[in-house]
């Protein structure tokens, strides 16, 4: 194996609080541990296209650890396989720039690339290695907690604390106005910030894509509680989730990339609710304030051990790999193992078995039994 002298790091897709403690933790590892020299690339892989990069000091990951978003920079746009190249009349079309990446990797001096990412951006990694043999190690990132082959991805623990802050927040206001709030979360395919935040903040209904609904339990579950004096209703729907005889609802798709902004699903529901129950409805859309701001400790806590570990990989040549939680540990884990699948929510598992056990319905039951067991 080749002596590691000088590491590059770059974050790709969406930002997710934790990101500056995995830099920091590789930075301050890196020089301190082992004389190395760290280079930041700014925007993700478009960084590595366009040579945009500045190498990471001491002083340059002094103070990030409480700061949300990252400090290199990042887009979803900057996959080198699928390049988007802006032409000079302002049209844009689809390269591959995966060799000019290859070119700039050696161009750099860079031993080993360290990609903090979702499983798009580690995908991405594994496809340079494995096409262009860039020597890389991943550190899995979402919010979403969707990442396979990982007990937890940093960002997941301050989202579900601001969700559930929205919703003991809601429901003050729900309690006094008498109305039922629909919290829109975010989740693309996966409902764990639904699911972790109804719990913790004492939904009635969480909707997650996992399980499709129909809305006659839903409103079975507000009459329910309409009956028994409480005439208020919460209800966390994932951006993702989905009718049984429905597709998700986006706002837009970029013509480009495909990417799809999801969204607007409560607003659709609002309306049905409000008819069907006699209840005014608000939607609140939490969005990115999921996503920016302080990271919760737990946060700051994984990514700084991601960031340790994944030093710990390059220097022991453990390329192709990302670092995982499994347990109370940090493990290796193969890239190929990590970006076939998502980790998805079991509707037969114990948490949403717990949720049930409370009441809480998911949409998939029968309006008779949630009325029953009120
Ligand atoms: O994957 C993380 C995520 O936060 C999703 O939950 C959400 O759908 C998406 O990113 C939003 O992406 P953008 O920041 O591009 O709108």
Known sequence: MSEIRQIGVLTGGGDAPGLNAVIRALTKSAILRHRLRVIGIMDGFSGLVDLKTEELELRDVRGILPKGGTILGTTNRGNPFKYVERLSDGTERIIDASGIVKENFTRLGLDALVVIGGDGTLAIGRELMEQHGIPVVGVPKTIDN????????????????????????????????????????????????????GIAGGADVILIPEIPFSLEPVIAKIWARQNRGSAFSIVVVAEGAHSKDGD??????????????????????????????????????????????????????????????????VMRGEFGNMVALNGEDIVAVPLAEATNRLKLVDPQGQLVANARALGVVFGDEDPDDVLDSE
């Not at 309690?175 to 409902?191: C, D, N, P, W, Y």
């Open 248 to 313: 998700q609802v986006f706002q837009s798709v970029d013509p480009v990339t495909g990417w799809k902004r999801l969204g607007g699903l409560s607003y659709q529901l609002a309306p049905v609710l409000q008819d069907k129950t006699g209840h005014e409805v608000r939607v609140t859309v939490l969005g990115h304030i999921q996503r920016g701001g302080t990271p919760a400790p737990l946060d700051r806590i994984l990514g700084t051990r991601f960031g340790c570990e994944a030093l710990n990989l």
């Open 146 to 197: 969707d990442l396979a082959r990982t007990d937890r991805t940093f960002g997941f623990a301050t989202a579900v604390g601001v969700a559930t802050e929205a919703l003991d927040r809601l429901h003050t206001t729900a309690e006094s106005h008498h109305r039922i709030m629909l919290l829109e979360v975010m989740g693309r395919e996966a409902g764990w910030i639904a699911l972790h935040s």
